[in-house]
């Protein structure tokens, strides 16, 4: 889910001097890499990602040691190292191009250092904690970012984003979700100051109105626009909003409306209808969605590309509709389908979606084993699986699984039926010890 934490940005490739290292990494494992590097090679691409046992000492050193001209760092979820690391790190400054720090626990003032490099040009502080002192300081020195994630930070306020974004207009990719300070100034400079933007995440921010919104988008899409990216989860975007962004955002292919509850199937058609290069489409709880929509998409140009589709708790939409769309989607990837209690029928139309690793029908209580027994000869490559409150399910589904885990595919696994014992499901489980349940 887009909501969870993740890597945003693309990686620089690795040079020859590339490190990648995961977990769990020893001082005797720093004291290696030091000793394997001859003295005319140095680091330039470091990542030690969600490691709780390196030292601050250890990871020091590295740098110091290792990385003479270091330019991409990524110490995500380095949760052990402390803010004497960054001072190391801040001796880089001139050579750093790219840090991602997030989930780690240095300190503001510590992260101020990082905030002075004047070529950065991609920040992650994503779930850091943050206060508005390092967007100031950013400001300042570090005009050139060209893609900046502060997710998760619940203390930076409207006042300082805009400040920072006053500043610059390099930005191109922004990742602003889960910041619940934010609010319309933000939005409008935005508009004033991005003509680059190509990636927009905010959603979680509380301060935001359906007024702000429409300011915004007659001043950012005024012009045709670059727009990639847009993720407004739970945000007040209505029809009009969602119809201007449509009809000058034709390039977007990723579109988040997760719980935008004022949307109804005009603007929803409209974005069907302009955005031909569609590939995830997130529209979970939205009520006033009906199968009106899910006609236009089975017309529209984006039909062919969709390789994500996320309708749960849709609760107007039908089964039968459902169906229909799934046959014109040869690359699907991923379904979301939970509490639209879809049935056999949908299924079926599955069976012709190849590529199909993650399906999540829970709730769907008029799913039989015949519907199960169909997608599971056909869709060999699924990893995930959700049945849960499917109550028209028996205790031979599982039987019908096990073609599919003697695959080795399938790693995720959910479910749930009163006509399946307890103790049917253990066995199961003693069986398949590999599979999550």
Known sequence: SEENVHSSFPLMPFSISGVK????????????????????????????RESDSLTTQAASRLIREACPCLEMIDMSGCISLEDE????????????????????????????RIGRCPNLTDLSVAFCDIMDDLLLIMSRHANGVITLDLSGNSQITDAAVTHLLSHTSSLASVYFSRCPLMGDHMLQMLSARLPKLRCLY??????TTTQGYH????????????????SVSRQPI???????????????SYVNLHECT??????????????????????????????????ALFIAPCVQSLTTLHFSHCTGLSSTALARLVTQTPQLRALYVAHVNVQDDLFQALTQCLHLTSLDACGSEHLSDNGLGQLVEHCERLEQLLLGACSGLTKHALALLEPLLRRGTLRSLLIESAQI??????????????VQM
């Not at 905010?202 to 301060?207: A, C, F, R």
């Not at 045709?224 to 990216?229: D, G, V």
């Not at 929803?268 to 009906?290: K, W």
């Open 238 to 252: 209505d029809d009009l909003v969602l119809e201007h962004i449509a009809t000058h955002a034709s390039h977007l």
């Open 262 to 295: 004022q949307i109804t199937d005009d603007g929803a058609m409209a974005l069907a209808r302009h955005c031909s290069q569609m590939e995830s489409l997130y529209m979970g709880g939205i009520p006033r969605l009906t199968d009106r929509f899910l006609y």
């Open 421 to 434: 014992r307890p103790e049917e499901k253990r066995d199961f489980l003693l069986l398949h010890p590999n």
């Open 85 to 112: 690391f960054l001072n190391a790190l801040s001796d880089k400054s001139e050579s750093l191009r790219q840090v991602f720090l997030e989930r780690t626990r240095f300190s503001t003032q510590a992260l101020l």
């Open 21 to 48: 290292l995961e977990g769990k990494l020893s001082n005797e494992d720093v004291d290696t890499i030091i000793s394997e590097l001859s003295p005319e090679q140095g680091i330039k691409h470091l990542i030690i």
């Open 202 to 207: 905010l959603s979680g921010t509380e301060h």
């Open 215 to 230: 300011a915004w988008v007659q001043t950012k899409f005024a012009p045709p626009t670059q727009l990639r990216e847009l």
